[in-house]
């Protein structure tokens, strides 16, 4: 059987809208670098692609096949209540009345540095909307899906096609860091290629 990502993705980018960020600007600038080390050296997500961006895990799937369960990293009870709101905010134009938010992370890119192309291969990223909402950033910091090149703004969540090929180039002396989630509507039909497959 075919194995086809949600047709409700977008083909390369979606304006998703302004989110306020002030307030988890404030805190991600206030991460002491040994939290950074911690929570990098322990990311579930060691995809050769990523190259040298760091991580902070908030929420991740339980298995790389199935996005329908997902668990919580050690530091989303105190970033909730900062998160939350911004994820809120930048899904609201999806109108689902029931969604959740299976992946949710902090992105830290280095200056000069690269995220190589590639598409998300796991079948837990062919279902949900893949959404990034800058944090710090830019006019160099280039982000690429398929043959379409965009700075993503700061506070402007933008919907990426995760299945196209994709790919950042920060060719700046700054660092970029980007929260990065994922979102699916509860109420759509599951595809059929997993029907009868149990939750992970």
């Known amino acids: 059987m075919q194995i086809e990502p949600n047709p409700r993705k977008t083909a390369t980018f979606r304006d998703l809208g302004r989110v306020d960020v002030s307030a988890l600007q404030t805190a991600v600038a206030q991460i002491p670098e040994s939290v950074w080390d911690a929570e990098n050296a322990a990311k579930p997500n060691r995809f050769g692609a990523l190259d040298a961006t760091r991580h902070i895990i908030f929420r991740f799937v339980s298995s790389l096949s199935d996005w329908r369960n997902s668990y919580d990293g050690a530091m ?66 280039i982000f690429y ?20 090929v994709h790919a950042v180039r920060n060719n700046s002396d700054a660092e970029r860091i980007h929260l990065i989630f994922e979102y699916y509507d509860l109420d759509q039909p599951e595809p059929s290629w997993l029907a009868g497959t149990p939750i992970a």
Not at 151 to 162: K, Q, T
């Open 145 to 164: 899906v398929e043959n379409e090149a965009r700075h993503l703004r700061v506070g402007e969540a933008v919907e990426v096609n995760n299945m196209g």
């Open 76 to 141: 989303w009870p105190h970033w909730r209540a900062l998160v939350e709101p911004v994820l809120e905010q930048a899904t609201r134009a999806y109108g689902y009345a029931r969604g959740a938010y299976p992946r949710a992370m902090l992105a830290r890119m280095p200056a000069q540095g690269v995220i190589h192309p590639h598409r998300d291969a796991n079948l837990a990223a062919k279902w949900p909307h893949k959404i990034h909402v800058p944090l710090f950033t830019n006019e160099d910091v």
